[in-house]
Each structure stands twice: as structure tokens, then as C-alpha cells.
């Protein structure tokens, strides 16, 4: 797969955004750190739309590795679990497809506001650290 610098597509979530704002951030400063390129960072509406972005996004030949950032906080239905089960599944699909990894960062499903915030920088810095090893491991 690559060698060299890893270029990154980072696909982030707006809902939620004083979390996933946060993310963004802390996977930028991270990826930086670790050598990567962050070459497009694409915002979409929801967690929802991420998959569909992430795929545009790998289909680029310039694009080694996507991170995909979002929070699914919990509700009072299962809501949460649909849609999180729903995004894990299409982009294990797609990076099967495309040959090329991507760093699952998003929180929940069953988590609370409190557990998002806490843990913004490790669903972040792990995402970011799984799409550069992945990138780098064949």
C-alpha cells in the first residue's frame, strides 16, 4: 500500500460540534505529529453521511487512508444503536472495496455527553494511529 508520507482524508461529523469540533482538532495535531499529510478535510451534516463522503474521498488516488470522526450520543430509543451499527458496517464495506483503511473514530453508540467529552482525544489520536499503521502495513 503506501510508503512515505501517509496522505489522510479526515471526514468529520457537524453534529455534536462542540465534540467532533474538538476531534478534528485533536486528529489533525496528531496526524501532524506522526508524519501524516492531512490532505481534505471534508465536514458532512451527521455521522450519518460519513460513509458516503469517506467513499467519494478514497476513490482519489491521492488519498492513502480516511479517519472518519463523529459522536452518537444516546437518546431515549435505540436510535443510536441503528445508526452507529449502520456507519461501522458501510465503512468496513467500503475500505474492503477501495484496498484502503480507515480509522473508525467515532464515539458511541451508548454513550453519554459527559463520555464523549471525556474521551474526544482518544477516539481522535487511535483513529488517526489506525489509518497511518494500516496505511503503512502492506
Excluded at 465503512?91 to 463520555?115: A, F, M, N, Y
Excluded at 467529552?117 to 489509518?131: C, N, P
Aim: glycine residues 10%; charged residues 25%.
Amino acid at each position: 500500500m503506501a510508503r512515505g508520507k501517509i496522505r489522510l482524508a479526515i471526514i468529520c461529523s457537524e453534529f455534536n460540534s462542540e465534540i467532533t469540533g474538538r476531534m478534528l482538532k485533536s486528529a489533525m495535531l496528531h496526524a501532524k505529529k506522526l508524519g501524516a499529510e492531512v490532505k481534505v478535510v471534508c465536514r458532512v451534516p451527521g455521522a450519518y453521511e460519513i460513509p458516503f463522503a469517506t467513499d467519494r474521498l478514497l476513490s482519489q488516488k491521492g488519498i492513502d487512508a480516511a479517519v472518519a470522526l463523529g459522536t452518537v450520543i444516546k437518546g431515549e430509543t435505540k436510535h443510536d444503536e441503528a445508526i452507529t451499527a449502520a456507519i461501522c458496517k458501510s465503512l468496513l464495506d467500503i475500505s474492503l472495496s477501495r484496498k484502503k483503511p480507515i480509522g473508525l473514530g467515532i464515539s458511541g453508540p451508548g454513550i453519554t455527553w459527559g463520555q464523549a467529552k471525556a474521551r474526544i482525544g482518544d477516539y481522535a489520536r487511535r483513529s488517526v494511529e489506525a489509518a497511518i499503521r494500516m496505511a503503512n502495513s502492506g
